[in-house]
């Protein structure tokens, strides 16, 4: 199937100021925008995918953007409105007073065909998990995915749209959805919630769910899944490797725990005692890396992958793409995950317990009130040297300036907040700090296990093997188990960074 793009651009071009809206239709590429961003006492600026012009050397004034938000849907709790029965966003910067100062009006495009590539692994009736960083196009293939079910395979769809990101504003969704049906979100910390009601009141074969990123939502997917229902939805990170060192969503690849062998079986394998290991059967079958617009990588069976990579085996993957004349090509590609690899997982699994925050277009004084209320103490670095959680929103992201660069040269971890608001910052803190009883008891046993692997290096050679931070409770703990095997063991750093050195 040619792709087949509709864009509705003239109903984004209505509601801006006449001033604004001119030069902008004058544009000979205009069917390439991307977004027009209104800042109080700035140009306004039109953004395309090769460049940013101003629109008029006029800087913008309360009077402009007044004028767009009068012509657009009320602002939700995320800071967004819409245009009725179109697929485009504006979302809005609010002074300490909560007045609009800023607005980016977003084109929000359908794509037909998008889905091409992997339409035999959306028709085998497996859950299908998409990642990919944002702008890549994983909510478009997701809207698309929905219709082609719906229509062509005449399914039972339900869609959770948690920002009417993927059917629209307004009561009634877009046409590029199909059949399927839609249901909308008070505010996004009730994603999990409207997942289960979907399940239980409207009897759906397949859901359809963008960004699921917080751990509530991860244990709805699996609810979801082991009622038989398949689900196709996106999710923070790039590759399957992001996923599994993330602790809130690692659920949805089956979780990773720390497991004690003993001595005979851990000879038998030729391991260590304390290993990692998948925990369960993965919510999700399939995982497709959306690399690019046309070419994905796929792990046809997540649990095989998840398991080589905690072996240090090479995972295998496939990779399709359309050439030229929009037939799908494919290989078989297996790439360098080595041991070293392997290794870097395991030790980003348990540091993300104690995660270390860098914001970058991220509001600190926002954050650090909302944890207040929260009763939470995050750690905020200055550096990305000493930070393993790199925390930006997705305007940010989205135009790659060098910041964001850097964090992902240095593989960090990222979490791109769809908004800087209050509600989107309570979602990661919920995500990133575990309250539980049954979370705390998992840190517990993680950082154990790690001080057990130390000291089976230490007595296999190693001259000393430094663990992670930990509280003086657990540092206590770590001391008492080198001590029980004849080590030698002593606390370095200041809290929050202090940690136990094992040694001869």
Request: with cysteine; glycine share 6%; net charge neutral.
């Amino acid at each position: 199937m040619q792709k087949v793009i509709t864009d509705d651009l003239d109903a984004l071009t209505d509601i801006l100021p006449p001033h604004i809206r001119q030069p902008l239709c004058q544009q000979k590429d205009i069917s390439e925008l991307l977004e027009v961003v209104l800042d109080l006492g700035r140009s306004p600026e039109a953004r395309f995918p090769q460049r940013e012009m101003v629109l008029n050397p006029k800087e913008v004034d309360q009077q402009d953007i007044d004028y767009v938000a009068s012509r657009v849907s009320s602002f939700g709790d995320d800071n967004r409105a819409g245009i009725e029965r179109t697929l485009h966003r504006i979302s809005a910067i609010r002074n300490r007073k909560g007045r609009i100062i800023g607005l980016t009006c977003r084109v929000g495009r359908a794509v037909f065909g998008t889905i091409k590539v992997i339409e035999d692994l959306i028709q085998s009736g497996k859950s299908v998990l998409l990642l990919g960083r944002p702008g890549v196009g994983k909510t478009t293939m997701l809207r698309e995915v929905a219709r082609v079910l719906a229509d062509d395979l005449d399914k039972r769809v339900i869609i959770v749209d948690t920002s009417n990101e993927i059917a629209g504003d307004g009561d009634i969704p877009h046409p590029a959805i199909g059949h399927a049906r839609r249901m909308q979100v008070t505010t996004p910390t009730m994603q999990h919630a409207v997942m289960i009601e979907a399940v239980e009141n409207h009897m759906p074969e397949v859901i359809v769910i963008d960004e699921i990123g917080t751990e509530l939502e991860a244990q709805a997917a699996r609810t979801i899944a082991e009622r038989g229902v398949q689900l196709v939805g996106t999710a923070h990170g790039n590759t399957l490797e992001n996923l599994m060192m993330n602790p809130t969503l690692a659920d949805l690849i089956g979780g990773i725990q720390t497991v004690t062998l003993g001595d005979e079986e851990a000879k038998r394998r030729g391991t260590q005692k304390s290993i990692l290991e998948r925990m369960s059967p993965p919510t999700f079958d399939i995982v497709v890396e959306i690399q690019d617009w046309d070419k994905v990588a796929i792990h046809p069976d997540v649990g095989e992958a998840v398991d080589a990579v905690l072996r240090g085996q090479p995972v295998a993957t496939e990779v399709r793409w359309l050439d030229e004349t929009g037939e799908v090509r494919s290989r078989k590609e297996a790439p360098a995950t080595t041991a070293q690899k392997t290794a870097k997982v395991k030790q980003q699994v348990r540091r993300n317990n104690l995660p270390k925050l860098y914001l970058f277009g991220v509001n600190r004084g926002r954050m650090e009130q909302m944890a207040r209320e929260m009763r939470l103490s995050p750690d905020i670095v200055n550096s990305l040297n000493d930070a393993n959680l790199f925390i930006t929103s997705k305007s940010y992201y989205r135009r790659k300036p060098q910041k964001v660069r850097d964090a992902e040269t240095a593989d960090l971890s990222i979490y791109v907040l769809k908004s800087n608001t209050p509600a989107q910052i309570r979602q990661l803190l919920d995500a990133i700090y575990p309250t539980s009883g049954a979370d705390k008891a998992d840190l517990f046993k993680l950082a154990l296990g790690e001080a057990e692997e130390a000291v089976t290096e230490v007595k296999r050679g190693r001259e000393a093997v430094e663990l992670s931070p930990q509280s003086a409770y657990i540092r206590r703990l770590q001391h008492l188990l080198a001590k029980r095997n004849d080590l030698s063991s002593k606390s370095l750093g200041k809290d929050p960074n202090r940690r136990v050195r094992i040694f001869k």
